[in-house]
C-alpha cells in the first residue's frame, strides 16, 4: 500500500510538481516507519480525499482503476473496524461507566451512613447530657424544690408487683418485680405498652428517673464498685434501646402528639435553632429505624388539647415493633374507661419502697452533718416511726421522705426534744405538700384571718386551698363514722357524690385527685371505680379538723358509731390523738365517751390483770396529752379510769389524775426511787408521788410496788389492793 501511494503521489504527468502530493509523500515515508501516528478515521478521510482527487485525472488508466477499485475496498474494511471498534469501545465505556457509579453510590452511602451513625451519636450524648442536668437530681421535700439530692445516693429498691388483668376486668397483684427483663419482657417477647400505677408519692417519677440514669450511664454503672442490692440492675436490658425519650406530661401545653412533645421538651431545649430542623428529620429516620424507648411520665397530670377526647396522647409516626413505651399514672386514671384493657400490654404497680429503713439512712445521710454518728441517728429515727405508728407511710416515699425531713431539723435544733415533735404538725405538713401538687399558690393566715387549728397558724398552702379541705374533712369524717362499715374507707363515686352538690362534686373531686388526698382506681363493679383517701391516718386527720371545728358530732355521729360495735372505740384512736392537738375540750368529750367503753370491755379491771401493764387506751391517753401539750393545749382533762403508772409515763399521767379521782377504778403504781429521781422525764426533781384517794369513790383496785409513793386520804374496805411499797 506505502509503495502504490507513493507511486501514485510522484506521478509525473499531473502530480509530480504538487505540493500537497509532495507532503502526502513524506507523510507516507513517516507513516511506513511508525514516526506518524494516524488514526484510522483519518486515513478514512485521507484515502476518499486521494479517490476523489484521482477521479479528477483525465487520463485513467488500467492501474489506476484497479487502485481505485483497492482503495475502495479498504475503505469499506477500514469502516467496517471502525464500526467495531466504536461498538466494543462504546460497551467498555458503559461497562465501566456503570461500575465508577456503582462505586461512587457505594461510596456515597457509607458516607452517609457514617453521617447518619456520627449524628446519632451526637443526638444521643446530647440526651445524655440533658439528661443529667434534669433528671440525675431529686427534690427530697415538695415544698422545697431547692433541696436536691443526686438520685444515686438516695435512691432504694422500689416495691414493684405486675397487675394480672383478668378476663372479667379483675386485677389482681401477681409476683414481685426485681429486673427490669420482668417488666420489658414476657417470656422472651418484648412488651410494647407498659404501664406503671402507683398513688401519689409511692415512687413513680424517682423510678422513672433512675431508669432514665441506668439507660444514660449503664456502662460505667456495671463497672464501678458492686451495689449493695442486686434489683434492678440488668441494665444492659435496658441499654439494648438506642434512644430513650423521657417526657414529662405535665409540661406539655395543649399537645396530643408525643412527636411535638419530644421535638419541645428534648430537641428544643438541647439543639440551637439552626440545628432544630436537621435533627428533627434526624429524629423522623430514628424513630423509624431505631429500637427507642418512650417514657411517658405522669398520664394523671397531662391535659389534652381541648376539644380533644384522647385519653392518653398519641404515639403516631412510632412503629410498633421498633418503639416500647413505658407509662406512668396514678390509679385514677388508668381507670378512665376510654384506656381498653386490650390496650395495656403489661401493668404493673409501685407500693413505695421494699426497705424503708435502709432508705431512711440514706436520706439521714445525706442532711446530717458528718460529725453526727450515721448508724445511731438512724436508730433513733426508727425509734420516732415506731413510737407514732407511722409505718402506714412506707408505701410513700413521699411523704415519708417528709417525715425524715422534718424529723432531721427538730433533731438537728434540739436532740432532747427530737420525740415531741406534734403529730398533727407532722401530718400538717404533709398536707401541705399534697396541696401545693394542686395549687401552688401561696397565702397565710394572720390577725384577719386566723388559723381554724393552731398547728395550720404556720403554713403557706393551706389558707388559698381552705374551702377545699373543710369539705374534705367533711366528707372524711362521715364516712370514716359511717354505719355502712364496708365503704368507711374504700368508697364508689356515688357514694361520694352524696357529699357534695352536683356543681361542686366534680370540683371537689378534681382537686382532691390532684392534690393526690384521694386516689381512684379501676374496680370490677357496675360504676367500674374505687375511692379512698391516699392514707387512713389522712382520713383521720381531716376527720378529726372537722370535728374540732364542729364539735356536736361527738354526740350526734361518734356516739352513734360506737354503739354499732363495742370495741370500735379503739379503732379512732388516732382520730383522738388528732384532736387533742387541735381542740382540746372537744378531746376531753371524746375521751369521756371512748372511756365508758373501755370500762365496759377492759380485761384487766374484772380479770386483775393491770400488773401484766397497762392498758391500750391509756397508751391511746398517753399520747393525746403529749400531742395536747406540743401544740400549747390548755384545760387537759382527757378521762381515764384504769391507771398503770412508772417512772415512763408519770409526766403524761400527772396531768390528768387530779380531774380523773373521781372515775378512777384500777390504779396501779410501779416505781423505783433511784430510776424515779433521775428521770429525765420528770423535770424539777422530787422525792416522792403523791396520790389523793379521797375522791376516789370509784375506785376497786389498787396496787402499789416500789418507793417514793405518798398516798392521802382513806382507802375504802371494798377496795381490792397490794402494796409492796416502803
Not at 148 to 171: F, L, S, W
Not at 189 to 213: C, D, M, W
Not at 409 to 433: I, K, M, P, Q, R
Amino acid at each position: 500500500m506505502f509503495i502504490t501511494l507513493t507511486r501514485l503521489l510522484t506521478d509525473q504527468i499531473c502530480l509530480a510538481n504538487d505540493v500537497a502530493a509532495q507532503e502526502a509523500v513524506r507523510k507516507l515515508a513517516k507513516l511506513q516507519t511508525d514516526v506518524l501516528k494516524i488514526t484510522t478515521e483519518e486515513i478514512i478521510n485521507l484515502l476518499e480525499s486521494a479517490r476523489n482527487n484521482l477521479m479528477k485525472v483525465e487520463h485513467i488508466t488500467e492501474n489506476i482503476t484497479k487502485a481505485m477499485d483497492e482503495m475502495r475496498i479498504y475503505i469499506e474494511n477500514y469502516r467496517k473496524v471502525l464500526n467495531a471498534h466504536t461498538d466494543k469501545c462504546k460497551m467498555e465505556l458503559d461497562l465501566h461507566t456503570g461500575k465508577c457509579k456503582k462505586q461512587l453510590d457505594g461510596h456515597r452511602q457509607m458516607s452517609a451512613e457514617t453521617d447518619y451513625d456520627e449524628s446519632c451519636k451526637d443526638f444521643r450524648r446530647r440526651l445524655v447530657a440533658h439528661y443529667d442536668d434534669t433528671s440525675s437530681n431529686i427534690s427530697l421535700s415538695n415544698l422545697d424544690q431547692s433541696l436536691d439530692k443526686r438520685i444515686v445516693d438516695i435512691y432504694a429498691t422500689p416495691n414493684i408487683h405486675r397487675i394480672q388483668i383478668e378476663k372479667d376486668g379483675k386485677r389482681i397483684k401477681q409476683e414481685e418485680v426485681l429486673t427490669y427483663t420482668d417488666i420489658f419482657y414476657t417470656d422472651g417477647e418484648p412488651n410494647r405498652r407498659i404501664y406503671l400505677q402507683g398513688e401519689p408519692g409511692s415512687g413513680k417519677s424517682t423510678f422513672s428517673a433512675k431508669l432514665v440514669h441506668d439507660w444514660s450511664h449503664g456502662i460505667q454503672l456495671t463497672s464501678a464498685t458492686p451495689s449493695k442490692t442486686t434489683a434492678f440492675d440488668d441494665v444492659s436490658t435496658i441499654q439494648k434501646f438506642k434512644f430513650l425519650f423521657f417526657i414529662t406530661l405535665r409540661d406539655t401545653i395543649c399537645q396530643a402528639d408525643v412527636t411535638q412533645m419530644i421535638k419541645t421538651q428534648l430537641i428544643d431545649t438541647t439543639f440551637s435553632e439552626d440545628e432544630r430542623a436537621d435533627v428533627y428529620k434526624l429524629f423522623v429516620r430514628i424513630m423509624n429505624n431505631e429500637l427507642c424507648l418512650v417514657v411517658r411520665e405522669g398520664l394523671d397530670e397531662w391535659v389534652p388539647p381541648a376539644c380533644s377526647n384522647l385519653a392518653e396522647p398519641s404515639m403516631a409516626g412510632f412503629q410498633n415493633d421498633k418503639c416500647t413505651v413505658l407509662t406512668t399514672s396514678r390509679p385514677w386514671k388508668l381507670a378512665d374507661e376510654r384506656i381498653k384493657n386490650s390496650h395495656i400490654e403489661i401493668l404493673f404497680e409501685i407500693e413505695g419502697i421494699s426497705n424503708p429503713y435502709a432508705f431512711s439512712e440514706n436520706i439521714i445521710r445525706c442532711l446530717i452533718d458528718h460529725s453526727k454518728d450515721l448508724k445511731e441517728t438512724a436508730i433513733q429515727f426508727e425509734s420516732f416511726v415506731e413510737d407514732r405508728d407511722l409505718e402506714s407511710l412506707f408505701s410513700s416515699p413521699m411523704l415519708y421522705t417528709l417525715v425524715i425531713c422534718t424529723w432531721v431539723n427538730t433533731f438537728e435544733e434540739d436532740e432532747d426534744d427530737v420525740l415531741e415533735e406534734s403529730s398533727c404538725a407532722l401530718y400538717t405538713t404533709l398536707l401541705e405538700s399534697l396541696c401545693k401538687k394542686a395549687n401552688s399558690t401561696t397565702g397565710y393566715f394572720n390577725d384577719s384571718k386566723p388559723p381554724p387549728v393552731h398547728c395550720f397558724s404556720s403554713t403557706s398552702y393551706l389558707q388559698p386551698n381552705i374551702e377545699h379541705l373543710d369539705k374534705l374533712a367533711e366528707v372524711a369524717c362521715k364516712l370514716l363514722f359511717s354505719s355502712e362499715r364496708e365503704s368507711s374507707i374504700v368508697f364508689s363515686d356515688i357514694t361520694l357524690s352524696n357529699y357534695f352538690s352536683p356543681d361542686e362534686f366534680e370540683v371537689r373531686k378534681k382537686f382532691a385527685l390532684k392534690a393526690g388526698v384521694l386516689t381512684n382506681r379501676k374496680h370490677k363493679t357496675r360504676t367500674g371505680r374505687s375511692n379512698s383517701f391516699v392514707h387512713k391516718t389522712v382520713q383521720e386527720f381531716l376527720a378529726a379538723y372537722h370535728i374540732a371545728l364542729n364539735t356536736y358530732v361527738i354526740d350526734d355521729v361518734i356516739s352513734r358509731y360506737l354503739k354499732l360495735k363495742n370495741t370500735s372505740y379503739l379503732e379512732i384512736s388516732q382520730v383522738l390523738i388528732f384532736l387533742c392537738g387541735m381542740n382540746i375540750s372537744a378531746a376531753n368529750k371524746l375521751s369521756a365517751l371512748m372511756n365508758q367503753y373501755d370500762i365496759k370491755h377492759c380485761d384487766e379491771c374484772k380479770n386483775s390483770k393491770a400488773l401484766d401493764g397497762p392498758c391500750w387506751f391509756q397508751h391511746i391517753i398517753e399520747s393525746g396529752i403529749s400531742e395536747a401539750v406540743a401544740n400549747k393545749q390548755e384545760g387537759i382533762q382527757l378521762e381515764l379510769s384504769h391507771f398503770y403508772i412508772d417512772e415512763s409515763n408519770i409526766r403524761e399521767l400527772h396531768e390528768i389524775w387530779p380531774t380523773d379521782t373521781c372515775n378512777v377504778e384500777v390504779l396501779f403504781v410501779s416505781l423505783t426511787m433511784n430510776d424515779f429521781l433521775s428521770s429525765p422525764a420528770l423535770g424539777e426533781s422530787t422525792t416522792h408521788f403523791e396520790f389523793n384517794l379521797s375522791s376516789c369513790q370509784t375506785l376497786r383496785l389498787l396496787c402499789l410496788w416500789g418507793s417514793g409513793i405518798l398516798l392521802r386520804g382513806k382507802i375504802h374496805q371494798s377496795i381490792r389492793y397490794t402494796i409492796h411499797a416502803t
